[in-house]
C-alpha cells in the first residue's frame, strides 16, 4: 500500500499580501513578461482560456496547479484545440520516441506553472527530466504560467527551502501513490527576464492553487 501524500503544511499555503503580488507583477512587467492578477483559480482558468485561439496548438507541463483549477481538463478533453498532450500519449516511446520528443519541444502554446517566484519577480522552474524547461524557455511560441501567490518567496534561497521542504515531498507522493514512481530535483532554471515582450504571461492568483 503506497505511503500517504503528507499534509499541506500551512505555513506554506498562506496567500502573500495584495502589496507583495503587486510589486511581483510590476517586477515581471519590467522585464517583458506580462502578468495578470487575478482573485480565485477559477478566473486563472477564464484567464488563461482568453489567451489561447480556437484550434490553437497547446501543450502542458505535469502541474497540480492546471488540474485544480480545471485547465487541463479543458485544454486536453473540450476538443477546442490542438492537444499534444492526448496524441503523446497515444504513441509508442520505443519507435517513435524522436518524433515524441519534437512534438513536445515547441508548441505553439505552452501552460504551465512554477515552483516558486521571488519577490522581485525571478521565476524558479524545477524539473525531474526538464521536459518542460525546453519549452519554457524558448521553444514554445507563447507561454502561460498560471502561479499561486502562495508560492511568492523572498529570493532564490528561499525558493529552494520551499521546494525541498514542501513541493518535493508532496510531489514524489503523488507520483508514488500514483505510479509507483520517484520524482527528483534534477534541473533547476531561473527566468529572470523575457527577451520577446509578450511571449511569456504569468497569471498571479491571490488565492493558493496548486502546491
Known amino acids: 500500500m503506497p505511503a500517504p501524500i503528507p499534509e499541506l503544511d500551512p505555513s506554506y499555503m498562506r496567500p502573500a499580501s495584495d502589496e507583495v503580488i503587486e510589486h511581483v507583477a510590476a517586477g515581471l512587467r519590467a522585464n517583458n513578461i506580462e502578468a495578470i492578477v487575478v482573485q480565485t483559480g477559477d478566473d486563472a482558468r477564464l484567464a488563461a482560456l482568453a489567451l489561447i485561439p480556437d484550434g490553437a496548438e497547446v501543450h502542458s507541463g505535469k502541474s497540480k496547479t492546471l488540474e485544480d483549477?480545471?485547465?487541463?481538463?479543458?485544454?486536453?478533453?473540450?476538443?477546442?484545440?490542438?492537444?499534444?498532450?492526448?496524441?503523446?500519449?497515444?504513441?509508442?516511446?520505443?519507435?517513435?520516441?524522436?518524433?515524441?520528443?519534437k512534438l513536445g519541444a515547441?508548441?505553439?502554446?505552452?501552460?504551465?506553472?512554477?515552483?516558486?517566484?521571488?519577490?522581485?519577480?525571478?521565476?524558479?522552474?524545477?524539473?525531474?527530466?526538464?521536459?518542460?524547461?525546453?519549452?519554457?524557455?524558448?521553444?514554445?511560441?507563447?507561454?502561460?504560467?498560471?502561479?499561486?501567490?502562495?508560492?511568492?518567496?523572498?529570493?532564490?534561497?528561499?525558493?529552494?527551502?520551499?521546494?525541498?521542504?514542501?513541493?518535493?515531498?508532496?510531489?514524489?507522493?503523488r507520483l508514488k501513490a500514483a505510479f509507483g514512481l520517484n520524482t527528483a530535483i534534477g534541473k533547476v532554471m531561473l527566468i529572470h527576464k523575457e527577451f520577446m515582450p509578450g511571449r511569456t504571461t504569468v497569471i498571479l492568483v491571490k488565492e493558493p492553487v496548486g502546491i
Open 69 to 101: 483549477i480545471g485547465l487541463l481538463a479543458e485544454l486536453n478533453e473540450s476538443g477546442r484545440y490542438d492537444a499534444i498532450k492526448p496524441r503523446l500519449l497515444k504513441m509508442d516511446r520505443k519507435t517513435q520516441g524522436a518524433e515524441m520528443r
Open 106 to 173: 515547441s508548441p505553439d502554446f505552452m501552460l504551465g506553472s512554477v515552483q516558486a517566484v521571488t519577490e522581485d519577480g525571478v521565476l524558479v522552474v524545477v524539473s525531474a527530466g526538464g521536459g518542460q524547461i525546453g519549452p519554457y524557455a524558448s521553444g514554445a511560441g507563447k507561454l502561460i504560467l498560471i502561479v499561486g501567490s502562495q508560492k511568492i518567496v523572498a529570493n532564490f534561497d528561499e525558493a529552494m527551502h520551499r521546494i525541498r521542504e514542501h513541493a518535493f515531498p508532496q510531489e514524489d507522493a
